[in-house]
T-cell receptor
Framework: GNSVTQMEGPVTLSEEAFLTINCTYT??????LFWYVQYPGEGLQLLLK?????DKGSNKGFEATYRKETTSFHLEKGSVQVSDSAVYFC???????????FGAGTRLFVKA | DAGVTQSPTHLIKTRGQHVTLRCSPI?????VSWYQQVLGQGPQFIFQ???????GRGNFPDRFSARQFPNYSSELNVNALLLGDSALYLC??????????????FGPGTRLTVL
């Protein structure tokens, strides 16, 4: 079945460091891929998405590219801020669009 | 506009009891999905409802059931509660179910504790 695997956390970085959170997926067909973020005390919210191979999703300085050949959707940011401290979830939505499968989440701590 | 709302915020039950959780989607959204998020894990898909019909079901026992009302709000029912049902239950709404690229908008969740 479809699944999402993302790197375990927590990830601890200093402010202005480069961030990469790895995400790989297993799916039949051509799923849509998402990154959701959960800030402390808040609900899940969409960070970015990509719907087909080689698409790049971007938002708030974060980027991820849909790589079909490596079945990956790694999240990157060139310079993290303390306010980026949160839990990040990689997810996919199957062809029918009715089921979203989430990874286990990666907690990011950014130190000033 | 109000976002997705869920009630109650917190709930404490004992084993064997049943519980009903409620969700109101964003106005105009016809699809509601339910997820269970155990502490330290990602959300696990339970159900999706679209136009009052069940369109998807995850790998959960029959103790879990749901329904969607004509105003698109939804209830999640869990019978014969087990300790392992303790989790954050998330509701998400989207415009429709037919687009795999649909963004889902999540509510704040209901924290269920089973003692």
């Amino acid at each position: 079945g479809n699944s999402v695997t993302q790197m375990e956390g927590p990830v601890t970085l200093s402010e202005e460091a480069f961030l990469t959170i790895n995400c790989t997926y297993t799916a039949t067909g051509y799923p849509s891929l998402f990154w959701y973020v959960q800030y402390p005390g808040e609900g899940l919210q969409l960070l970015l998405k990509a719907t087909k191979a080689d698409d790049k999703g971007s938002n708030k300085g974060f980027e991820a590219t849909y790589r079909k050949e490596t079945t990956s959707f790694h999240l990157e940011k060139g310079s993290v801020q303390v306010s980026d401290s949160a839990v990040y979830f990689c997810a996919l939505s199957d062809r029918g669009g009715f089921k979203t499968i989430f990874g286990a989440g990666t907690r990011l701590f950014v130190k000033a | 506009d109000a976002g997705v709302t869920q009630s109650p915020t917190h709930l404490i039950k004992t084993r064997g009891q049943h519980v009903t959780l409620r969700c109101s989607p964003i106005s105009g959204h016809k699809s509601v999905s339910w997820y269970q998020q155990v502490l330290g894990q990602g959300p696990q898909f339970i159900f999706q409802y679209y136009e009052k019909e069940e369109r998807g079901r995850g790998n959960f026992p029959d103790r879990f059931s749901a329904r969607q009302f004509p105003n698109y709000s939804s209830e999640l029912n869990v019978n014969a509660l087990l300790l392992g049902d303790s989790a954050l239950y998330l509701c998400a709404s989207s415009l429709n179910r037919q687009e795999r690229s649909n963004e889902q908008f999540f509510g704040p969740g209901t924290r269920l504790t089973v003692l």
